[in-house]
């Protein structure tokens, strides 16, 4: 029988939660951001993307706030809407994914650290080295040690964090506002990109703006923790409409101070040599630190939603029984452990490779899709059967309306991820699946059902071929040496 899951383990007032969604969303991508962009899409590129991007995710976004409110009952986040909507076999797939991109997203928090200090500091020079990994290292288990003595207070950490780590890009908008030029302005916007068309070019700018906007779902993870439930909508469209203003404007701002050109030649992170460019050295300094607070900032927020989403998923018996494991702080201890360890082992092996940061970037946006995807259809669902029931009749159409969009913006993620893209996160579900196995006999049900088996079973040959492919040919990834210039 399944334990059920505790329920009043804190209360997370709305600034609290709305941090949680703000300071999970604003991580590294935001400093590397208009490099990024600028490599691929010119200023109407750029516009287009946030346009389709800030629609989509508020289409996203709304959808969670309407299930918050309509399903309270369901605590979790985008993993319970997957189970509940499509099964045990489909919600664990959605949970797996989701909690190892999150790992894979932390991996590059650690990453661009590193980075960044071995620009001014030698001994930590290369960012794979003996002295970068123990760096490294013992900021994660640091942060352990500090998020074991429970949520409110790690969600506390994250609050500071996240205030912190708005005032360099305050500084930096305010920087460039002062610098803006209508003339350069202008002439990016005659740039052809290499006479790349925009569809293309929004096309090839959609997982980077995906990956800048998950986090939107943090504050529906952290459900069980809020003082009101409607708190969890208000949050999550709060957090998302200031972020969603903060990545425009540090798009979009820069092709007022430099040739798009130039843009996507420089090194990264490319809002420190913007701000180089505009006010000397120092920007590159002040960008740096505002990296570093941004950066461990995410890393709380990120870890704290993993292995939130890995307790809850145990408490359901989607997970081993183990992973429901809390201290007499209400923290998940053997979540928290085994999330912080992949992330340790993750940084182990950069010893061996030439830092895979953009590799982990895609795949942490590639494992968020079908969980994205799955709880999009899921809101869909519900709200269709409200329709044929006749409830809430005087908003129907329109949140219908909504959930509909979100639904095709996350095919149009699946569809510019390709199908190398549903290939690299077959790997990982084939693998993953042992979990289940194994808690499905903890729970002395049957592992899988007819229609189950088929999912595991495409599942596998996807996955096998896939890997054989990379064992074959190799994953062409950037090196760190290209990341860094």
Known sequence: MVVQLPVSRGKFALPVLTAIVVGSMVGGGIFTLPGSLGRVA???????????????????????????????????????????????????????????????????????????????????????????????????????????????QSAMVNLVSTIAKLVPLIVFLFVL??????????????????????????????LVTLYTLLGVEGASVYSAFARRRADVGRATLLGLLVVTIILVLVTVMPYGVIAR??????????????????????????????????????????????????????????????????????APVAALFASNLVVQAM??????????????????SEMSLIPFLLTALFGTGVLWRERTRGLHRARRPANLIIAICAVVYTLLLVFAGGSRAIANTAIFYSIGTCLYIIASKEQHR???????????????????????????????????????S
């Open 42 to 152: 010119g200023p109407q590129g750029a516009i287009l993307a946030w346009v389709i991007a800030g629609a989509g995710m508020f289409a996203f976004a709304r959808v969670l706030q309407l299930l918050a409110l309509r399903l309270p009952e369901l605590h979790g986040g985008i993993y319970i809407y997957a189970r509940e909507g499509f099964g045990n076999y489909v919600g664990f797939l959605s949970v797996f994914g989701y909690w190892l991109a999150g790992c894979l997203g932390n991996c590059t928090y650690w990453v661009v650290i590193k980075a960044t200090l071995g620009a001014y500091l030698p001994v930590f020079a290369g960012g794979h080295n003996v002295a970068s990994i123990a760096l490294a290292s013992a900021g994660i288990w640091t942060a352990h040690f500090i998020m074991l003595r429970g949520p409110p």
């Open 347 to 364: 940084m182990i092996a950069t010893y061996w490779s030439s830092a895979p940061y953009y590799m982990m970037l895609q795949l942490t």
């Open 177 to 206: 506002a002062a610098a803006w030029n209508l003339e350069v302005f202008q002439a990016n916007l005659q740039d052809s990109v290499g006479g790349t068309g925009l569809g293309q070019q929004v096309k090839a700018t959609m």
């Open 446 to 484: 049957r592992v899988f059902n007819i229609w189950e088996k088929a999912i595991f079973a495409g599942t596998l040959i996807i996955g096998a071929w896939a890997a054989g492919d990379l064992i074959q040919n190799g994953l062409p990834v950037p090196s760190l040496a290209e990341f860094r």
């Open 261 to 330: 050109s130039e843009l996507a030649g420089i090194r990264q992170p490319s809002m420190a040599g913007i701000l180089s460019a505009v006010i000397g050295p120092a920007g590159g300094v002040l960008v740096g630190a505002g990296l570093i607070i941004s950066v461990s900032g995410a890393y709380f927020a990120w870890t704290m939603i993993c292995a939130e989403v890995l307790f809850v998923a145990a408490h359901r018996g989607d997970m081993p029984k183990i992973f429901r494991q809390a201290n007499g702080n209400h």
